[in-house]
C-alpha cells in the first residue's frame, strides 16, 4: 500500500460522514485533506484560550449592564423625544407673535391693542374652541396663531 | 413570631433558590458548548474570513454571545449548534462586507495583514495561494467549500449553516 492510498483511506474514514463527499475521488480528497491541513488557525494555546474565554466574559457582562440600563435609556429617549415634540404642539403665546420679521419696526398704539386682542383670541381659542369655530366660521379657518400673523401681515401692508 | 417571619420567607428562599440552580445549569450548558465548540467555531471563522485572526476571535465571540441570549430558546444541542453555525457564517459574510466597504473608503487596514498571523499553521506561501483561490469564489461556493472540505460539515449541516436548506417534497 502507497503512502497516496494510506493518505487517501484515512481522509475517506473522515469524510465517510455525507454521500456527497464520498463522491469526492481519492485524488480529490488527498487535496482536500492537504488543503484543510495547510489552511486553518494554529489551534489556541492554555493562555489564548483563557484570554478567548475572558474576552467573551467581558462581552456577555457589558451586555448584561446594558440590559439593566436599558429601562433608563429608553425613558431618557421617551423624555427627550417629548422635549422636542412639544415646541411643535404648544400653542404659541401671544408676544412670541412679535418675534415674526414682519413686525413693524415702530411699534405704535394700534399695535399694541393688536396685542391685547390677540391675548383675548388665544384665551378664547384655548376656553372657548366652540366660539372660536363660529367665528372663523368652520373647518376652512385658519387656526388662531396663524391668523394673528396673517391680521399682522395684512395690515402692515 | 419566629415561626411565622420562617413561613413567610421559605416561599421566597424557595424562589430564589431555585432561580439560583436555573442560572447554575444555564452556566454549565454554556460552558459545555463553550468548550466542544470554542475551537471550530475559530477556526471556521477564520477559514470564512481569509485567515484574519483577530476578526476570526471578534466573530466567534459575538456568536457565542448570541448563543449565551438564546441558550434559554433552545432545549436540545443540536438545534443550538445549527443556530449557531448559522448566525457564526452570517456575521463573518457581515464582517467581510464590512471590510470591502471599508477598504474601498479607507484603503486596507494595517492591523489586518492579508496573509493572516505567522503563528497560523502550514506554508505561508501556499496559505496565500489557497486564500487567492477562495477569494475568486462567490460567496455560497466560498461557504459550501469552507463548511464541508475543510471544516468536515455534511452537506446538510452546510445548508442549514448558509441557510440555504432545500424545500422538502
Known sequence: MT?????????DRQDAVS?????????DAVLVHRLRESYGPAPLSPAERA???SGLRARIESGQRLFWL???LAAVAVLAAAVLWLPNVWRPFPGDVALVPEVPAVESSASVGRGEAAWVEWEESIFFPQLESARAGGSEALPGDYRAIASLILESS | MEGAAVLGSSPAIQDRDREREREREREERFEAFLASHRERARSLAWRLLGGDAAAAEDVAQEAFLRAWRSLDRFRGEARLETWF???LVRQAHNHRRW???????AGPSPDEPPGGEPADRGDPA???RIEAALAGL??????????VHLEGFTVREAAEATGDVPRER
Open chain 2, 85 to 87: 453555525y448559522r448566525i
Open chain 1, 3 to 11: 503512502d497516496l492510498d494510506r493518505k487517501s483511506q484515512s481522509v
Open chain 2, 138 to 147: 462567490s460567496r455560497g461556493q466560498r461557504e459550501a467549500f469552507v463548511l
Open chain 1, 51 to 53: 484570554a478567548f474565554d
Open chain 1, 70 to 72: 436599558a429601562p433608563g
Open chain 1, 19 to 27: 454521500v456527497d463527499r464520498q463522491s469526492v475521488d481519492r485524488k
Open chain 2, 126 to 128: 501556499l496559505r496565500r
Open chain 2, 99 to 105: 471590510r470591502a466597504v471599508r477598504e474601498r473608503f
